[in-house]
Nanobody, 126 residues
């Protein structure tokens, strides 16, 4: 059983930056493809970014490409999401997710994942 614990999100003005992190425990971290997803009020949860087991491949939603960067540190069992040039439409609850031995590209199109974090609120004001 893998547990995922996200760092606190926060509030930021448009154009600002935030960094989210997620720490995994209870499994072999490098066996898991990791991803970030988000859900805005009244909307379905959507893909943000995924990263392969060794960090060699990353995939991004078009809406965040060029602004967000996903990274991982297998020695520390963590995955991070650096968010720059934030926009009000980035406001959402952000979730960390893990999939066992799944390709990063496949994870980006799947709705269900093996493990989820509890979610953390990110609010961007205009």
């Amino acid at each position: 059983q893998v547990q995922l614990l996200e760092s606190a999100g926060g509030w930021v003005q448009a154009g600002g930056s935030l960094r989210l992190s997620c720490e995994a425990s209870g499994g072999t971290f490098s066996d898991y493809t990791m991803g970030w997803f988000r859900q805005a009020p009244g909307k379905e949860r959507e893909f943000v970014a995924t990263i392969s087991w060794n960090g060699g491949s990353q995939y991004y939603a078009d809406s965040v490409k060029g602004r967000f960067t996903i990274s991982r540190d297998n020695a520390k069992n963590t995955v991070a999401l650096q968010m720059n040039s934030l926009k009000p439409e980035d406001t959402a609850v952000y979730y960390c997710a893990a999939d066992y031995l799944l390709a990063a590209q496949a994870m980006s199109v799947e709705a269900d994942h093996d493990y989820w974090g509890q979610g953390t609120q990110v609010t961007v004001s205009s």
